[in-house]
């Protein structure tokens, strides 16, 4: 039989909450819906419990339970549809969010991962179309403005993306990935103080946001600031030692400006033993042990396999070119 519906807000429509793991809220909500309604319809809300603790079996159990007893609860439907995607089911996902939308289709949960799910397929149209509904149902939510933007660039270009990500910081100001954003698309249009702004509002709310850091690097060794990128550079390293993006492109630094091969070299090691396909690294690598150490046939071999790798590199195919005459050369004199 259908049970009324909760009469407190359904944590499932709370799930920018429940990421952050603010998982007091489901509990509370639990022991309302147990006060108000019994065990039964408690059930809807038990399995995000079960999921805190990773017993996803427990958690299908329960899904089931709550769909049997509230067969039009929209909200377990929409619980349980994200389950099958952690199961891999996507097809069965997508039609019990759809199921879930038709039944409420302001269900902003339910959209707004209906719409994820889009944009990962690569149904971008119909992705975009879905964040709006989303963002129409709950207005209030600066995730879905930062969400719809990512597709809504490419759908509809950058500055309406640019507007989304601007309402997401007027309501959460505190985004360090959202003034990222803002700031790439500011470089996209060479506005280079623009995007240095961005940047920098993103280190006010985060100071080792890695992005950040990374691209404001970057920037200032294009603007010929070295002592400020380098010091951009090393906050990165000792903030995220183990991304191998942040090490390639402090090495590529301390390489090209610097002069510090030795110390580029240790760096590229890292990051090719972090991300051995990575490759920037190899290229860059290749190029300290083709004109430092002379190892023109090591050089090569990372060439051959950064080439593989990006068939469509001219760049890698062309000095691949010019090494394999050196080395043949070498090997005819030899």
């Known amino acids: ?14 799930m920018a909450d429940m990421r952050r793991g603010d998982w007091r809220d489901g509990e509370r909500a639990w022991h309302a819906a147990v006060a108000l309604h019994g065990e039964e319809e408690a059930a809807i809300v038990q399995n995000y419990l079960t999921c805190k603790v990773g017993d996803f079996r427990q958690a299908e159990r329960l899904y089931k339970g709550a769909m049997f007893l509230s067969p039009q609860s929209s909200d377990a439907m929409c619980g349980y549809a994200t389950l ?12 019990l969010y759809e199921a879930a939308i038709a039944l409420e289709p302001s269900h902003t949960a339910a959209l707004s991962r209906y719409a994820l799910l889009l944009q990962q397929r690569g149904n971008l149209t119909a992705a975009s179309g879905a964040f709006a509904r989303a963002i129409a149902a709950d207005p209030s939510d600066a995730l879905l403005y930062e969400n719809s933007a990512r597709v809504a660039e ?22 360090p990935t959202v003034w990222c954003e803002l700031g790439r698309l500011r470089h996209t249009k060479h506005d280079v103080l623009g995007a240095i702004d961005m940047y920098e509002r ?13 691209l404001m690097g970057l920037l200032s060794t294009h603007s010929g600031s070295n002592d400020a990128a380098e010091g951009y550079f090393q906050r990165a390293v000792r903030a995220a030692p183990d ?5 390639c492109n402090y090495a590529g630094f301390l390489q090209s400006v610097r002069s510090d091969h030795d110390s580029a070299e240790h760096l590229y090691r890292q990051s090719l033993l972090l ?4 490759v920037p690294s190899l290229c860059s690598y290749s190029t300290i042990l083709i004109d430092v150490h002379e190892r023109v046939a090591d050089g090569a071999a990372m060439l051959e396999r ?5 068939p469509d590199i001219e760049a890698v195919r062309d000095r691949l070119t010019v090494v394999k005459s050196r080395l043949g050369d070498a090997r005819g004199r030899g």
């Open 84 to 95: 099958m995607l952690h199961n891999h089911d996507t097809t069965g996902a997508i039609a």
């Open 154 to 175: 490419r759908v509809e270009g950058p500055d309406h993306a640019a507007r989304l990500y601007k309402r997401a910081v007027e309501m959460q100001p505190d985004r």
């Open 306 to 310: 950064a080439h593989e790798l990006r």
């Open 1 to 14: 039989r259908p049970l009324p519906d909760l009469d407190i807000p359904s944590p499932m429509s709370r």
């Open 275 to 278: 991300q051995p396909d990575h």
């Open 202 to 214: 993103a280190l006010d709310y985060d100071p080792t946001c890695i992005n950040a850091l990374n």
């Open 243 to 247: 991304h191998h993006g942040v090490l």
